[in-house]
């Protein structure tokens, strides 16, 4: 009786002491020869699907990228999924290069905005082609050592608003700050035809960087950057780097603009800005701060969110992570409300319950009032990262990013080289993982695929459960004395490591096989 009462007791303290971890509900992945991402903006389109791109470098024929698309060269990739992902609709290879916006028409036309190196530096162009690609028209703006080109949104109008970064003047960029090494954020609206409708230079004396544009109500649009100055269109400086939100309306003028952060570096070179439910921005970008708009800061570099009204008011912010560093790279608010954040993290602590080694790219699971629910790390031994995320039908996500090994999470699949792409489908729901603040077993290696050393500070007993809760090991370990565990014959994934001391007392560590 006292040793069920005695394993009741432990079950019980072992539940108290789980986290959260999202569910993987499907895993894909894609790759070639050469190297293959997904990007980070996904377009919804008119009957409740989305169109997400690919880039690949990868050459004719090689690997699984080849179904999708062939030939040589930069080219992109565009793929039709209805709204819960489980149907490709379609899929359009075109040579109009990596990095392009691509936007369907209902006349079977389409709009790409790409970016164009020219001699002595670089060029936007909007063109046209009809269903079956032969080009309509096309048209450039800007010229000189820039315009870099960060993100182009659709009007309800038919036209199309384009952000980028503009170091000088010219006849479509009418201003500019600061002097010729200092950048601006350069806002252009052309109409359905490609014509210029507006144009519009925001920025101080200070760089201004952009990377990421949403549509506002009344036909605007909110942009996401970050500043380095305290002046013109960017006042109210916290220290430092900033994260930068302004509102445009439909004609290019600045309804508002508002710098996020504190003292330290905020915003980064990562981030990205949607819609809420209430038509403001919500934003994600990085943070080092512990003082200003700032008031989670968790450790390193975090993700943070700020959810905003479409006045610029701030409705609530919160940062997720863990003690080392984490960025963000795209966001989205699921049909149930809550919000999804996807990035990059360096290490096991925190809200990240798993590191398999160099880089992984976590996802983060926020309610609709930024209150974190749980997370999902996707990595294996090399350089990983997370870079898309989309909501889906019954509140799930789809996640995309990058993988560089096959093991980890990706110990099922196959790896091409150059880096490889993978599309994650995350359910709303979770389950139980431990909390890493309690480990104090030594492990190594962690990721594991032949033998594993145990060591710990105390003399106890040691047992290693999987998920599911079976038990796959059992010994006694006394202290300085490490014992060698075998896994080279168990299922890759993560398993609970529990460590007991005689007086009832235990502490927790994760181990990933792969």
């Not at 269903?131 to 038919?158: H, K, T, V």
């Not at 150059?418 to 489908?425: E, M, Q, S």
């Not at 145990?454 to 599911?468: C, H, L, P, W």
């Amino acid at each position: 009786m006292i040793r069920h009462l005695f394993f009741l007791l432990l079950s019980c303290m072992v539940h108290a002491a789980i986290a959260q971890e999202a569910v993987l509900l499907d895993l894909k992945t894609y790759g070639g020869d050469g190297s293959d991402g997904v990007g980070k903006h996904v377009l919804r389109t008119d009957d409740g699907g989305f169109l997400l791109s690919f880039g690949t470098q990868s050459t004719l024929g090689s690997g699984s990228i080849a179904t999708l698309c062939t030939g040589g060269g930069a080219r992109s990739v565009y793929l039709k999924y209805n709204a819960s992902a489980s149907s490709l609709l379609w899929s359009k290879c075109s040579a109009v290069g990596g990095g392009a916006y691509m936007f369907p028409r209902s006349d079977g036309s389409f709009y790409f905005g790409q970016q164009l190196s020219i001699p002595g530096g670089s060029t936007v162009r909007v063109r046209s082609e009809d269903a079956d690609e032969n080009l309509l028209w096309s048209r450039q703006y800007g010229s000189g050592a820039s315009p870099f080109l960060r993100g182009m949104i659709a009007c309800e109008d038919g036209g199309y608003i384009i952000v980028c970064e503009v170091f000088y003047t010219d006849t479509d960029v009418v201003s500019h700050y600061g002097s010729w090494s200092n950048a601006d954020i350069w806002a252009m609206k052309v109409d359905a035809d490609g014509y210029k409708v507006w144009s519009k230079v925001i920025g101080g004396t200070g760089d201004e960087i952009v990377f990421s544009i949403s549509s506002a109500p009344g036909d605007g649009c909110y942009i996401l950057g970050t500043t380095q100055s305290n002046d013109y269109d960017c006042t109210g400086n916290h220290g430092g780097i900033d994260a930068y939100v302004v509102r445009l309306d439909k004609d290019g003028n600045i309804l508002w603009h508002r710098d996020l952060g504190g003292s330290e570096l905020d915003g980064g070179l990562f981030g990205m800005v949607v819609l809420n439910e209430g038509g403001g921005p919500l934003i994600t970008a990085v943070t080092e701060s512990s003082d200003g708009d700032v008031h989670h800061h968790i450790g390193g570099q975090d993700y943070w969110v700020i959810n905003m009204d479409s006045n610029g008011n701030i409705i609530w912010e919160n940062c997720y992570g863990s003690t080392t560093i984490e960025y963000p790279t795209a966001i989205c608010r699921a049909t149930d409300g809550s919000v999804w954040v996807i990035g990059t993290s360096f290490g096991m602590a925190g809200q990240v319950h798993a590191h398999y080694g160099g880089s992984d790219a976590w996802v983060a699971h926020a309610d609709a009032n930024g209150n974190f629910i749980n997370g999902k790390v996707l990595g294996g031994t090399g350089s990983d990262g997370g870079t898309m995320i989309y909501p889906l039908d019954g509140g799930s996500v789809l996640a995309g990013g990058g993988f560089r090994a096959a093991n980890g999470s990706f110990s099922e699949h196959f790896y091409f080289g150059g880096g490889d792409i993978f599309l994650a489908k995350l359910a709303p729901w979770s389950i139980g993982v431990p909390d890493v603040s309690q480990a104090n077993i030594g492990l190594w290696p962690n990721p594991a695929t032949g033998s594993v050393q145990i060591s710990a500070e105390q003399s106890g007993v040691v047992s290693v459960t999987d998920i599911a809760g079976r038990q796959m090991y059992a010994d006694a370990i006394a202290r300085g004395i490490p014992l060698k565990m075998d896994v080279s014959t168990w299922p890759a994934g993560m398993y609970v490591v529990q460590h007991t001391l005689p007086d009832g007392s235990r502490r927790l560590n994760r181990l990933i096989v792969q």
